[in-house]
């Protein structure tokens, strides 16, 4: 069992920045491939971005590429994802993500296990 907490959510206006913290207790976090999802009002729950368990390989939605990074520290078994430039579009629950295939396989259905999630708003 992987329990995950996250933080870092909250109001931006456009253009703005914000750090998100993924905080992982249980079995071993540096075996996991981590990652985080968004899900806007009235829209489906997608891919964000992931990072394999070494953080020598990452993967990236589209549409955050050149302005999120993702990071983790498997020391203090917490993933982290940067989010620069941010846009109105980018409103969104942000969900952190565990699951070992997560890098291959970023299907909803498909991932372990998952944060509650934190609230990110960027105003217009």
């Known amino acids: 069992q992987v329990h995950l907490v996250e933080s870092g959510g909250g109001l931006v206006q456009d253009g703005g920045a914000l750090r998100l913290s993924c905080a992982a207790s249980?079995?071993?976090?540096?075996?996991?491939?981590m990652g985080w999802f968004r899900q806007a009002p009235g829209k489906e729950r997608e891919f964000v971005a992931a990072?394999?368990?070494?953080?020598?390989?990452?993967r990236y939605t589209d549409s955050v590429k050149g302005r999120f990074t993702i990071s983790r520290d498997n020391a203090k078994n917490t993933v982290f994802l940067q989010m620069n430039s941010l846009k109105p579009d980018d409103t969104a629950v942000y969900y952190c993500?565990?699951?070992?295939?997560?890098?291959?396989?970023?299907?909803?259905?498909?991932?372990?296990?998952w944060g509650q999630g934190t609230q990110v708003t960027v105003s217009s």
């Open positions: 249980g079995r071993t976090f540096s075996s996991y491939v």
């Open positions: 990072i394999n368990w070494s953080g020598s390989s990452t």
């Open positions: 993500a565990a699951d070992p295939n997560l890098m291959g396989d970023r299907r909803v259905d498909a991932v372990d296990y």
